[in-house]
Nanobody
Framework: QVQLVESGGGLVQPGGSLRLSCAAS????????MGWYRQAPGKQRELVAE???????NYANSVKGRFTISRDNAKNTVDLQMNNLKSEDTAVYYC?????????????WGQGTQVTVSS
């Protein structure tokens, strides 16, 4: 089994910063794509940012220039640095990874961490 544990969410004022972290553990042979999604109340889950094993990144247009995704392949972790946060960034943020195990490649999700941007 594979577990993803997220941390770093919380309440922050507009213009502030937060850093989300996600650590994968379990029977892992390798991790390919790692990413962060978010879901606001009443809205569909959407991609925020993703990063390949080689470090190539992809961002939602709404967060470009404000958020930075990074990963540590040796530690099986992925982080999301969020700067200049806006009220519309309020959502539950989920970490996701494509993990190679002995049985093949599967996607896993964290439990989610709440980010609230409010004055």
């Amino acid at each position: 089994q594979v577990q993803l544990v997220e941390s770093g969410g919380g309440l922050v004022q507009p213009g502030g910063s937060l850093r989300l972290s996600c650590a994968a553990s379990g029977s892992i042979l390798g991790i390919y794509l790692m990413g962060w999604y978010r879901q606001a109340p009443g809205k569909q889950r959407e991609l925020v940012a993703e990063i390949t094993t080689g470090g190539s990144t992809n961002y939602a247009n709404s967060v470009k220039g404000r958020f930075t995704i990074s990963r540590d392949n040796a530690k099986n972790t992925v982080d999301l640095q969020m700067n200049n946060l806006k009220s519309e960034d309020t959502a539950v943020y989920y970490c996701t990874c494509n993990v190679l195990r002995t049985g093949g490649l599967s996607s896993y999700w964290g439990q989610g961490t709440q980010v609230t941007v409010s004055s």
